[in-house]
């Protein structure tokens, strides 16, 4: 099997002593292609620069490029002018991480909602899908989607944590989903069991969100979350859709290539 991770943090402040064991772990699971996840603009550009430096064959790291809503407060006259230079670099597949949060509400709703509209302005004028965050905000983020959506080429709501009427909203809007080892908690996540049925194959990808939202079912319970867990998801979501893993890792793995434009693994290179 091969999965494809569309959401780690590499450039988190732990995973920075060796950044290519953690690769290293990630592959020898199956985890073949990764998508790391720009939060700010330093962030994005310090993503593209590990892809340029971990990945010689340019065929199993890429990166998206956007700021948080946690960071909406910081955008700038200036902001949108350097993230279109980031959007152009090849390793770039993605607008984002972008969306509303309204449970930790760290930067103001209503700048976060402008920013939201300058990501999406900007995937229309590039052609990128984007890279959604929400948490608590399902409608706003909806309703804001709607006007740009039959101009957009594709979105993912990323690490979806969402209730049903969430989740038919997305589906409605013809967005993607991902889903972490949030269904994999049984404090919080029993919600998503019976919803990731409802989620059509060809809209449903996978993500680790590393080093965040560690599987709770490994057992040993590792300290931290990384790439090389994705399979543990990946049975999770295969348990509770009625399917094989086989299956699962085929569909999610040709959804995430498609939409962020990845060519798949030369049989030399697995």
């Known amino acids: 099997m091969q999965l494809v991770d569309i959401g780690v943090n590499l450039t988190h402040p732990t995973f920075s002593k060796d950044p290519r064991a953690i690769l290293d772990r990630a592959y020898a699971a199956g985890v073949m292609q990764m998508v790391l996840t720009g939060t700010n603009l330093s962030e994005s550009e310090a ?11 340019r065929q199993r790291l890429f990166c998206t490029a956007g700021i948080h809503p946690h960071e909406a407060s910081q955008w700038s006259s200036q902001s ?54 929400e948490r608590e905000a399902d409608q706003r983020l909806a309703d804001i989607i709607r006007p740009f959506r039959d101009q957009l080429s594709a979105a993912v709501v990323h690490c979806f944590t969402g209730e049903k009427r969430a989740l038919y909203a997305y589906l409605d809007l013809d967005l993607h989903i991902g889903i972490t080892g949030w269904i994999c908690d049984e404090r919080r996540g029993t919600h998503l069991h019976p919803l990731v049925r409802d989620i059509p194959s060809e809209r449903l990808m996978l993500e680790s969100d590393a080093p965040y939202l560690l599987p709770r079912t490994l057992r040993p319970r590792p300290k931290q979350n990384e790439p090389a867990y994705l399979p543990e998801v990946l049975r999770e979501v295969a348990r509770h859709r009625s399917v094989s893993e086989q299956e699962l890792a ?13 060519q798949p693994l030369d049989a030399a290179e697995r």
């Open 47 to 57: 993503a593209m620069t590990l892809c340029r430096e971990l990945d010689e064959s």
């Open 250 to 262: 085929a569909s999610s793995t040709a959804c995430a290539q498609r939409f962020f434009g990845i």
């Open 80 to 133: 949108a002018a350097e993230l279109r230079q980031l959007l152009a670099e090849p390793e770039v597949r993605a607008v984002g991480e972008c969306g509303l949060d309204f449970n930790r509400d760290l930067s103001p709703r209503a700048q976060q909602e402008r920013v939201l509209e300058e990501h999406l302005q900007l995937a229309v004028e590039t052609g990128l899908p984007v890279f959604l965050h």
